[in-house]
């Protein structure tokens, strides 16, 4: 469940809070191992609260992320992703309890010709190790367009977390640079679920929405965001998870 990077913006994303995507936080990935075509990335991270689509993944609690990313030309990519994770809340959600996230996705993006346009198409597996609920693990596939600091995108699953049926996720992304080293990210999704099994009442849709201001400075991004739902806590399972708050991380390429 992702705040990963842009990448994250299509699948999560991610890219926020975590992962990415960055769920959807962004990464400015610093090269540490390149050649012809080929180049390795990571990223560390420690967030206040890991958001997923705007559902706290830690129990309101700090988290810590980070991943890896290989390139290849032209513009085929894999990695893989992890935060520690906390869904303490008994049997109301199913009795998923596993400590840990771990996404692997592989994936193609480029340029479309000589324009501001651009294109990122693939794969994303979530996965709970030790996670004594049934069927928490999950794929999607995603894609993603893109112009200039605008980026719109589609994922879809055709059995979401905890077995419960089909699932899209269509999401906008904007960022925009103030200079001096900030940077001001929008982020707005739609939930859709082909059946109301997920959340804890009869709702079957939901948005989540972010407003992030990230400031670089030595290497490090330290971003503080607002994230929120138009969830209430009988949707979330009794919890304040949905509620909007205030997330704070300091992250690193390296």
């Not at 705007?54 to 890896?68: K, V």
């Not at 596993?98 to 324009?115: F, K, P, Q, R, V």
């Not at 200039?148 to 995108?153: A, E, G, T």
Request: glycine share 12%.
């Amino acid at each position: 469940m992702f705040n990963k990077t842009l990448l994250a913006t299509a699948i999560s994303s991610a890219l926020l809070t975590g992962a990415a995507l960055v769920q959807a936080q962004e990464k400015d990935d610093l090269d540490v191992a390149s050649g012809d075509g080929f180049t390795i990335s990571g990223n560390v991270a420690l967030t206040s609260d890991y958001r997923f689509r705007g559902i706290s993944q830690s129990d309101e609690s700090a988290a810590i992320q980070g991943g890896f990313d290989a390139e290849f030309g032209p513009g085929f990519y894999i990695g893989t992703w992890g935060s520690s994770v906390d869904f303490d809340c008994n049997d109301e959600c199913g009795g998923y309890d596993g400590s840990l996230e771990l996404d692997y996705y592989a994936g193609w993006s480029s340029a479309i010709g000589d324009t501001d346009f651009g294109i990122d198409v693939g794969y994303i597996y979530y996965d709970y190790p030790g996670d004594n609920g049934d069927e928490g693990d999950y794929g999607e596939v995603y894609v993603a367009g893109s112009w200039k600091d605008l980026s719109i995108s589609v994922n879809y699953s055709d059995d979401y977390y905890g077995g419960t049926g089909k699932f899209f996720y269509y999401a906008a992304d904007y960022s925009l640079g103030l200079g001096h080293n900030f940077a001001l990210d929008f982020h707005v999704g739609y939930n859709d679920f082909d059946e109301n099994g997920f959340l804890s009442s009869e709702e079957d849709t939901y948005t989540d929405y972010s407003v992030a201001l990230t400031y670089s400075v030595a290497g490090v991004d330290l971003s503080v965001a607002y994230v929120g739902t138009d969830l209430d806590d009988n949707d979330a399972w009794g919890t304040d998870w949905a509620d909007d708050t205030a997330v704070f991380t300091i992250s690193k390429s390296m």
